[in-house]
């Protein structure tokens, strides 16, 4: 089992840059990918990125590919996820998920952190 914290999250203007951090408790961290996921008021959450057990291979939505950079320290148990150029609708809460298999759907996700909320003014 694993538990997940994210922190990093505030209020930024448009065109700002934030970086969120998901800190993992337990020894298994690199046994599990790790994908970034975000959530605005009244919508489902939606798949933002996600990054493989030994960060070789990564995967953006299309919304935030070019923006948005995904990495994990594996020595530090943490993923990052770098977010420039951030837009209005980038604001929502944002979650780190654990998952064996990983991909785009939240349901391939097992542990999931508490969110962090990113809010961003135009």
């Known amino acids: 089992q694993v538990q997940l914290v994210e922190s990093g999250g505030g209020s930024v203007q448009a065109g700002g840059s934030l970086r969120l951090s998901c800190a993992a408790s337990g020894r298994t ?19 933002v990125a996600y990054i493989t057990r030994n960060g070789g291979i990564t995967n953006y939505a299309d919304s935030v590919k070019g923006r948005f950079t995904i990495s994990r320290d594996n020595a530090k148990n943490t993923v ?21 298999t990983g991909g785009r759907s939240v349901y391939e996700y097992d542990y999931w952190g508490q969110g962090t909320q990113v809010t961003v003014s135009s």
């Open 29 to 47: 961290f690199s046994t599990y990918l790790m994908g970034w996921f975000r959530q605005a008021p009244g919508k489902e959450r939606e798949f």
């Open 80 to 100: 990052y996820l770098q977010m420039n150029n951030l837009k209005s609708e980038d604001t929502g809460a944002y979650y780190c998920g654990a998952g064996g």
